[in-house]
T-cell receptor, first 116, second 116 residues
Framework: GAGVSQSPRYKVTKRGQDVALRCDPISGHVSLYWYRQALGQGPEFLTYFNYEAQQDKSGLPNDRFSAERPEGSISTLTIQRTEQRDSAMYRCASSLGVSSSYNEQFFGPGTRLTVL | AQSVTQLGSHVSVSEGALVLLRCNYS??????LFWYVQYPNQGLQLLLKYTTGATLVKGINGFEAEFKKSETSFHLTKPSAHMSDAAEYFCAVTPAGGTSYGKLTFGQGTILTVHP
């Protein structure tokens, strides 16, 4: 596709339910990043992948959060047993890959998650 | 570790006036610095970046920023504001190398309002 896409764009769920957020990166992009953005704040890093390998998950808040990218393309961020504090915009970004020169991260439109 | 502080969560200017959005950063290693713009219901778009070389960088839509190492600043400017510049702006930093390379740390954002 032309850019990074994310689905769903909006998700409303009840506390305790599991949710899965999908990110489809730009074709050919090696690196994929997940960020979370609370209302009135800037995005915060969650995790990133190079190809299918999860390189860093230091930003995941707790073990209810997990992410995968099994074939090195589409990625899914899963939140188990959601809590109201999980409500935020979840953003995905992709880049060509890690190299000696910086590769720009292209961001998707985000998924707005609301936990009731 | 890196951090970013954006002075002023809201900035209001008149159309045609100078735009100045302030960003100060903290980084234990040489940084790469970025400004992103976010329009409603859209993803983050890169305005400009500093990686190496000239400290005054020019971006899209007439924006520019100057990296001042001694002041640990990367302020964003535009000589003459246009109504279409109204948006939220984020300053971000990533280390130029090391294990955190590529992980963006964002400021809290500045909402720019442009009055006719």
């Amino acid at each position: 596709g032309a850019g990074v896409s994310q689905s769903p764009r909006y998700k409303v769920t009840k506390r305790g339910q599991d949710v899965a957020l999908r990110c489809d990166p730009i074709s050919g992009h090696v690196s994929l990043y997940w960020y979370r953005q609370a209302l009135g704040q800037g995005p915060e890093f969650l995790t990133y992948f190079n190809y299918e390998a999860q390189q860093d998950k230091s930003g995941l808040p707790n073990d209810r959060f997990s992410a995968e990218r099994p074939e090195g393309s589409i990625s899914t961020l899963t939140i188990q047993r959601t809590e109201q504090r999980d409500s935020a915009m979840y953003r995905c970004a992709s880049s060509l890959g890690v190299s000696s020169s910086y590769n720009e991260q292209f961001f998707g439109p985000g998924t707005r998650l609301t936990v009731l | 570790a890196q951090s970013v502080t954006q002075l002023g969560s809201h900035v209001s200017v008149s159309e045609g006036a100078l735009v100045l959005l302030r960003c100060n950063y903290s980084s234990s290693v040489p940084p790469y610095l970025f400004w992103y713009v976010q329009y409603p219901n859209q993803g983050l778009q890169l305005l400009l970046k500093y990686t190496t070389g000239a400290t005054l960088v020019k971006g899209i839509n007439g924006f520019e920023a100057e990296f001042k190492k001694s002041e640990t600043s990367f302020h964003l400017t535009k000589p003459s504001a246009h109504m279409s510049d109204a948006a939220e702006y984020f300053c971000a930093v990533t280390p130029a190398g090391g294990t955190s390379y590529g992980k963006l740390t964002f400021g809290q954002g500045t909402i720019l309002t442009v009055h006719p």
